[in-house]
């Protein structure tokens, strides 16, 4: 819920957290998570503001951020 107006205060805690112990995959699942819902969220505010021809733009280079987000993640789960 926090994710979708700012990640920046997740992130942080998070990295500090994967220093004090917290395994990395579940520090890195949550930043995945809270950055998906800030990205759901202003995709949402791209296609009311902008219309459908700005939000297909804008939501196109969102799902691609979101799959390179995703494919990180699972690389990373792979890896450990």
């Given at each position: 819920?926090?994710?979708?107006?700012?990640?920046?205060?997740i992130?942080?805690?998070?990295?500090?957290?994967?220093?004090?112990?917290?395994?990395?995959?579940?520090?890195?699942?949550?930043?995945?998570?809270?950055?998906?819902?800030?990205?759901?969220?202003?995709?949402?505010?791209?296609?009311?503001?902008?219309?459908?021809?700005?939000g297909?733009?804008?939501?196109?280079?969102?799902?691609?951020?979101?799959?390179?987000?995703a494919?990180?993640?699972?690389?990373?789960?792979?890896?450990?």
């Amino acid at each position: 819920l926090a994710g979708t107006t700012d990640v920046d205060a997740i992130t942080l805690s998070m990295a500090k957290l994967s220093l004090e112990g917290l395994e990395h995959h579940r520090a890195a699942t949550t930043i995945l998570l809270a950055a998906a819902s800030n990205t759901i969220i202003k995709g949402f505010l791209a296609v009311s503001v902008g219309g459908w021809a700005f939000g297909r733009r804008v939501l196109g280079a969102f799902v691609a951020m979101l799959v390179a987000g995703a494919a990180g993640l699972a690389a990373m789960l792979a890896w450990a």
